[in-house]
């Protein structure tokens, strides 16, 4: 069996952890720079609060019903998700986080478990315990299975956080509730053409012929239609590999115009890219620059530019060596940036030095600089160019970095 562990609306529930205040209001969050509402918590749904609005058009409707609003706290999240995943961790043999927020479940090994409803209601009352957050749990005998009993488990009535597809009777209920598109792995492109087709359900999709959903689509397409038979395809090392490019971009809070400031932008983008590639224990061969003005204003201007290295590397001071230099031919004057980025294109896990530059690399630093802010909080060690000023995301409805920053740390009167 296995068991697909997700928090209920995970950033706007984050915000309700430290806050008893608003744990029974309404409360959403949003995405960058406060453009769109990208989290709405099960209080504020049933006001009929639509996810991925832009903030400006329902301003006035969320003050009118007092809405909690707050900006993402990307800090506070992963910290949260962190805790929560290490809870979680102790249910099973085998665990696979697959999200900030949600974490599949193996029990190849595990001791025999005789009532899954009643292991799930355990789960969710140690995470609410430990970390107060809300979660679902599903479990089935496939991962697919056990995401559409997640699903259930949170969205269909008749289900209190725990789903169980364990027998053909469950599976056909289950499966015959859930609309196409919400079958993890059909996406909404695929969902409209398999509707065409007369396949409504999950359930229809399941009595598809497998070689048929393959050649009329593809193997992805085929591998879900045998998951929701109980027939396992999906392994962990195909849920989700190694990116073989990982970008950092973000438009600006205000716009800029200074070269200063879109290099210490940049130097941001360079650090995370190079922390990326470190986690997943890559080195970057290639990489990309680029800065651009907004689409929608006159004499629209965009430049990037591609650098490929002498030797691969994850060495931060390098990279933002090299994306300083860049950004001397990306900036033009008179430009009012809205967004810049770095991307790294190329990426290998191999190490050749080159015989005339010598090693770029500077393992020890690295791993000091890693360790330091695994420590105390990202953000801690930084490149001196990284500097935030004009180019900080806005985020005007910011809640405590609790459990990252010294100065947000709860305070108790007793």
Known sequence: MYALVDAVAFYASAEKVFDPSIRNKPVVVLTN???????????????????????????DFLYQHQVVIRSSNYELYADLSEKMMNV???FCDNQYVYSIDESFLAFQSYPSIDDFHAYGHKIRQAVWQQVKLPVGVGFGSTPTLA??????????????????????????DILSRMTVDTVWGI???????????????ALDLSKQPANYIRKQFSVVAERTVSELNGIKCIHWDNIAPAKKEIFSTRSFGQRITDFHQLKSALAFHADTVTKKARQQQSLIKRLMVF????????????NAICIQLTSSTDNTLYIAACVAQ???????????????GVGAIELTDSYQPDLFSGDINNLKLMKCLDAVNHRYGAGTLSIGSMKPEKWAMKRN??????TTNWQDIPRIEC
């Open 33 to 59: 720079n406060d453009g769109c509402i990208c989290a709405v918590c099960p209080i504020a749904r049933k006001l009929g609060i639509p996810k991925f609005t832009p903030f400006f058009k329902i301003r």
């Open 291 to 302: 800065a651009a003005s907004s689409p929608h204003e006159d004499n629209y201007y965009k």
């Open 147 to 172: 995401k559409a009993a997640n699903h259930a488990a949170k969205k269909l009535s008749g289900f209190n956080g725990v789903a169980v597809i364990n027998n053909e009777t469950n599976r056909r």
């Open 187 to 201: 996406g909404s492109r695929l969902s409209k053409k398999l509707k065409l087709m007369g396949i409504h359900t």
């Open 326 to 340: 860049a950004a001397k031919q990306l900036y033009a004057p008179n430009v009012r940036f809205y967004k810049c």
């Open 397 to 402: 409805f910011m809640s405590p970095r609790y």
């Open 88 to 90: 979680i961790g102790q």
